[in-house]
Structure formats: C-alpha cells, structure tokens
C-alpha cells in the first residue's frame, strides 16, 4: 500500500464513541406481465388440449359436454399451474442472495480512540477486489461541515484480498477519529469491517459488510406515495439497563440531508413514556451518531423487548442515507450491529431505494 495523501482530521471530539454501542403477490385476479407471459407458454406447450379458433380464442363450441367439461377442467388446472410459475417467476429476482460488490462501497462505521466503559476501538479493513487495480479510501469524521474527506489513501491491489490492520492508523495517518469510509474502485470491490476494542488477554466488538453506495435509502418524493418504502427500520434492540443502543446515520451521496430518527414501540406508536424524535442534518459523505438513544424509553409493552428505530429523510430531498445500530452490553460489552432495513409489506423489497 502505498501513494497514501493525508489530510488531518479537524475538530473530532471522543466523547463516548462507543460503536457497539419477493415479490409475493396474490392471485385475486390480476396477472403481472410474469404471470401472463408464463400463462401463454403454458397454454402454447399444451394447446393440443384447448380447440383454438382462427381467432385465438380458446373453442369449446360442437364439443359434447362431457368433451366441453374435461377441457375446462384442464384449462382451469393449466392456467393454476401457469399463474404459480408467474408467481415464481415474478419472485424469483428478489429471492436470490444479494450482491455486495460493486465500485463504490460505504463503511458506514470506522473509527479510533476512546470509548465508554473503558474501551479503546480499532478498526480493521479487509478489501476484496478479483481483478486487481487500485483502491481509494476516503475517511469522512461524523459531524464533517463539508463533503471533503478528512483523509485519503491509495491501496494497490496486488493480491485478490487486501487486509488493512488499524486502518485509521495505517492507512490514514490518523491517532483518533470517528466517521465512515468511503471506498471507490476502478472495478467492482466488496469490503469487511472488523471494529474492535481490546481489553485482558482478548478482544471484543463485531465485524460486517461494506454496503454499495446503490443499496442507499433516499427520500419519499413531493407526490407522496407509500411511507415504508422511504424509511429505514431497526428492530432487536436491548434497552436499558441490560445494554446500550447508538443510532448512525451517513450520508451516502454528496448531497447535504435532514431528516429524522424516532424511537417507536413494537406496534409502531409511541411508548408509554412519550414520544421520542432525533433530529439529523448531515453534509455529503459525513455521518452523525446518537448515544444511548433508548435512554429513558419506556414500552406499553412488558420488557420492551420490542421497541424499534425508524430513521426518514425530510419527504421531497435528493440526497440519500444508510443507518445502523450498535447494540452493547452494559457489563461484558459484548455489542452487535444492526443494519437499517426498509420493511415494506406492500412492495416485498427489503432494502433501500
């Protein structure tokens, strides 16, 4: 790795970082342009069973009825058998394993320094690019005033996977910082984050994917439309006392975005101890974390096992975001992360858009 441009980070301040803490459609009468299409191929590699007219219509006309009866029951029993295939087929894109590579992906969370209860946190980068070329890394702190990289790095591709220890470090140049990286690639690359804390005679934290930049949530447009299609959701949270919970949201483009983080109860309304809503306006490329957000949140229901995060752009804005939650035991700091998700029945995607 070399060719490496620093620029130092400005303004970062430490204070409790802690980064652990289908499409299934019905049949009630309606045929998608899959289930049609599959339909027709059914019909045409059976049309030995169905009389046809030189117009195309299906003939039943100087059958017996017994002869009528039989190729309706056929017909019917085809046409079931046509619309499932449409149904698989029409479900069969978004049933499929997701691609995580591409020529520009988001770490949503990186970072050096100190945290809560004691933790210092690391961060390591793994980069997967098979047809080689370089990499460029760019760090962007939380809370950034501009688009700019705090920090940039070059990373040649000599090997099909490039591991990157203390990346913050390595590659930044950077003592301490907390923000995201952005990682752009002449061909299609997949990147692993491994952000940890060591502490004894071991280690402790949580690793996960670099997202495609294309996997981003943008707003809901000035027209309206269905709201889940335009909100991220972040479900199995623990609360208080039991663990902690930060919220991160990035923004993934260049464009400056604002929008809202509310803490809701399982139903999706207000817990019982009020609403609660966080504000966010974030600049290109930059990110802003919320601590301990379940903090003083109590659910209508039992233990509250079931209280969510639902993070929206302001409706009718161009830019776009992803979001995630670190959830951290309070005694062992054990922590996992939890990536924001769009949970729209109506649609069967699961993702941004």
């Known amino acids: 790795m070399n060719g490496r441009r620093n620029e130092g980070a400005k303004g970062l301040s430490n204070q409790d970082r802690l980064w652990p803490s289908p499409l299934v459609m019905s049949l009630e009468g309606r045929l998608t342009p899959n289930k049609s299409l599959a339909a027709r191929a059914f019909l045409m590699m059976h049309s030995h069973l169905f009389p046809v007219s030189r117009s195309g219509d299906i003939q039943c006309a100087g059958q017996t009825g017994r002869r009528k009866g039989q190729i309706m029951k056929k017909l019917a029993f085809a046409l079931v058998l046509a619309l499932t295939a449409g149904v698989v087929l029409a479900a069969s894109p978004g049933s499929g394993p997701t691609n995580m590579i591409s020529t520009e992906v988001m770490a949503p969370a990186a970072g050096r320094g100190p945290g809560a209860a004691g933790s210092f946190w690391t961060t390591d980068l793994w980069i997967r690019c098979p047809e080689g070329g370089d990499v460029t890394l760019e760090f962007h702190a939380v809370d950034s005033r501009s688009a700019s990289p705090t920090a940039t790095a070059v990373v040649h591709m000599s090997e099909p996977v490039a591991y990157i220890a203390d990346v913050m470090k390595t590659a930044f140049n950077l003592e301490s910082g907390f923000g995201n990286i952005r990682i752009r690639g002449a061909n299609p690359i997949a990147a692993t984050i491994r952000l940890y804390s060591s502490g004894g005679s071991g280690s402790y934290g949580f690793g996960f ?5 294309s996997m981003s949530m943008g707003s809901m447009p000035m027209m309206g439309g269905d709201a889940d299609e335009y909100r991220y959701y972040v479900n199995g949270l623990l609360p208080q006392p039991q663990a902690r919970v930060n919220a991160m949201v990035m923004n993934s483009g260049s464009t400056p975005i604002s929008g809202t983080v509310e803490v809701i109860d399982a139903d ?5 101890s009020g609403a609660k809503s966080l504000r966010f306006m974030i600049q290109g490329y930059s990110g802003h974390q919320f601590n301990d ?16 995060l639902r993070i929206s752009l302001d409706n009718a804005g161009s830019g776009m975001m992803m979001a995630l939650a670190t959830v951290t035991d309070n005694v062992t700091n054990d922590g996992y992360v939890l990536m924001g998700s769009m949970m729209d029945t109506s649609s069967g995607s699961m993702m941004g858009r």
């Open 268 to 272: 999706g309304g207000v817990p019982a």
């Open 209 to 213: 994917m670099g997202m495609p930049s």
């Open 293 to 308: 957000v379940l903090n003083g949140v109590q659910s209508r229901f039992g233990n509250g096992m079931g209280l969510q």
